[in-house]
């Protein structure tokens, strides 16, 4: 009983201190890896193979595990490279490496001595992280601006973060009702950390020192362009998971259904939004625009949150060859449910006058909207036994954004909107009756015919078809690829004190 106690705090010690050690993509749901089985299987284990992720992709499998284990996965480097071309106008890209190293999956699976039907598992997984940085400055001499004679520094800042964690920690247990059927259900509190910013500057300065405006001697002139907007906030919820097994000869077939999310409540609330403009010609040379500023913040009690995620179901099965009993093919598919637009970020008025120039669509300028459209992604994976202590597993996963082509009624939080897919290798090393894997994953995805962010490289002082100051018409010529590599090592501890 000591012994027990002692491991069983080792384990709370270790589950909380990963979690305070964790530190998003926004538009996807199956960026996700575990540990050694879903994760190298690509996660096509609803059917089984799951192994301590069973509590996520299908809990009625959590009784495929006859001991209690201690389970740990670990992403030992993440390395994330994203092209942007043409981005910010013809031949100006955003380039950004990203190297990290966090934990994963943390998980222990509880044996009930006194029924062995019933088995529980608790556990704590980062389902997705994300962190997308870009800036770029430009600084050169030309003539922009129409009442002013010759050239002037034309100055552009560029700068765009986008930050999205979403962290399970939850609760699941399988019943095996006979040696072919079993069922589950888990339940999660979810813990999602958004912050997105985005900072355009533009400004036109005259090179001579005296500048002349209607025949009057100005002594400072500058034409600016500024937008900025800032959101962060934490969001908590509750969702629960429902799962079925069944056993046929060679082959397990898995059901699994999550529910959509119910919110708990949310913290960390902040907004910032900013636009300015001045000193700006009107296109017909007759004078000038109006200039203005409109800028609003608003804390935790001036908004609300709302996130709201899909219902999804997900099916699965797992081939065991009878004619080659040491391969298994795997296989699973997950629909998700529409989410039709609706306002995640639920923002006061601004009280001020706002001239119809600075918010030509006449909606709440600190509102944000987000939804999805449904989709469809699935995974097969392969797994062979080498020898009885050493097995190769790999596979393959699509994971497409759920924004893409989606219709937003005010300002949006996503990122650029891309379809990824996954390919993983690994091999999984038995130790005694513990298990350790090394692993890799290669991730890749691109989308063209984009619309550019803004197009800095043929500025005019107004454009008049987006009614957008000291910046170009924008093409769709914008082309953005990602590539990732991440590498993996994963362990599984035996606490049955069998060898």
Known sequence: MKINRVRLSIFILMFFWFAALCHGQINRYWSQNFNDGSSMLAGAVVGGGAGAAAIYYNPANISEITESRFSLSVSLVSIDMYNVKNALGNDIDLNRTKFTAQPRFVSYLIELKKNKRISMEIAFMNVANSNVRFTYAEDREMDILKDINGDERYFANYNQENIYRDDYFGIGASYTINENLSIGSSIFVSAKTVRTLKELELDATPLKDSVYRNNELIASYTATYNRQSEVRFQNYSLLFKLGINYRIRNMNVGLNITTPSMDLFSGGKFLHMKRQQSNISKPDGEGYLPDYTVVDQQGKDDFKIRFKTPFSVSLGATFHSPSVPDKSFFITAEYFSTVSSYSIVDAQEYQYFTPPIANPDSGNLMDFSYGARDILNFAIGYRWHISQKL?????????????????????????????????????????????????????????????????????????IEEGEALQGARSNDMKVSFHGLSFFLGATFNFSGDK
């Open 391 to 463: 097995l190769l597993l790999s596979g393959f996963k699509t994971d497409f954004n759920y924004l893409k082509n989606v219709e937003i009624e005010s300002n949006r939080l996503d990122n650029f909107n891309i379809n990824l897919y996954h390919i993983t290798s690994g091999l999984r090393f038995s130790i005694k009756n513990n298990v350790v894997l090394f692993g890799i994953q290669y991730s890749f995805g691109s989308r063209k015919d984009i619309k550019q962010i803004v197009n800095i490289a043929n500025p005019v002082e107004y454009n």
